[in-house]
């Protein structure tokens, strides 16, 4: 088990990273998109064994009593969007 946490809210979940354009029009959600892209790559420069706590996830859980996680290294394969390179239009 990791002795780091991060709790990602709505920025990053263990399969997905968060949408900029909600209620924004387009120049407003590039920005947001390059403010998330910033985002996210501070998150992965951090260990691979960190645990990823998110707000919420986009399926139903049963309840197990445990927290909903998974470790960076993890949510990093599931999610190809954390690997792509920013390009600015």
Not at 25 to 51: D, Y
Not at 63 to 80: C, H, K, M, N, Y
Request: proline share 9%.
């Amino acid at each position: 088990m990791s002795e780091r946490a991060l709790f990602t809210a709505t920025r990053c979940f263990l399969t997905a990273v968060g949408r900029p354009d909600l209620e924004a029009p387009p120049e407003q959600a590039r920005s947001r998109a390059h403010v998330l892209h910033a985002s996210l790559q501070r998150l992965v420069a951090l260990p691979p064994e960190t645990l990823v706590l998110p707000a919420h996830t986009s399926e139903p859980v049963a309840f197990d009593g445990r927290p909903i996680s998974a470790t960076l290294e993890e949510v990093q394969e599931r999610t190809s969007l954390l690997r792509e390179t920013e390009k600015r239009s």
